[in-house]
């Protein structure tokens, strides 16, 4: 059986039967990959109090920074950071979308939560530590974690010269 098409170009008979081959192989593994691939949504954070603190990237308190919980996109609390960047919910139950709005220097920050004060494990003892960036910057620059050693490690990543 000849291919016309492949010997007009220079491509022999074999070669052509091989990269008939590779190129179907190819195109099924990148069909599976794609049928396959999940896209990684972050899940909401279970806390049983909305409380923590809010610093920049040199691990600096950010000091009367407006703090919200938000449901469908409007503030259902809202308080400001103490002069340590402490802040507290108190009596906030439910599912929320925790945001640190963006201030004159500051990027904001966001973070998908669930705040249930009855949870009675080591659940219960998780803060929400902040770290803003720039203020050019959007959320991506920010960042909200519930791990004390993880925050402590990124503050330290983040002021490696």
Sequence with gaps: MTFAASESIGISRQRGFWLRCFLGAAMCVAACVVSYAQVEVDKPEHI???EGLVVNTQGKPLA?????????????YTTHTDDRGA???DHADGQFTFRVARTSKYAPAAKD???DF???SSIARKRLYVIVGPGACEDACSSVFT???EFKKAIKKK???
């Design 48 to 50: 049983a109090k909305a």
């Design 64 to 76: 009367h920074a407006e703090v919200t919980l938000n449901q469908d996109g409007k503030p259902v």
């Design 87 to 89: 802040f507290r919910f």
């Design 113 to 115: 939560v669930v705040v």
């Design 118 to 120: 009855q949870i009675a």
């Design 147 to 149: 791990s004390e050693g």
């Design 159 to 161: 002021n490696k010269h």
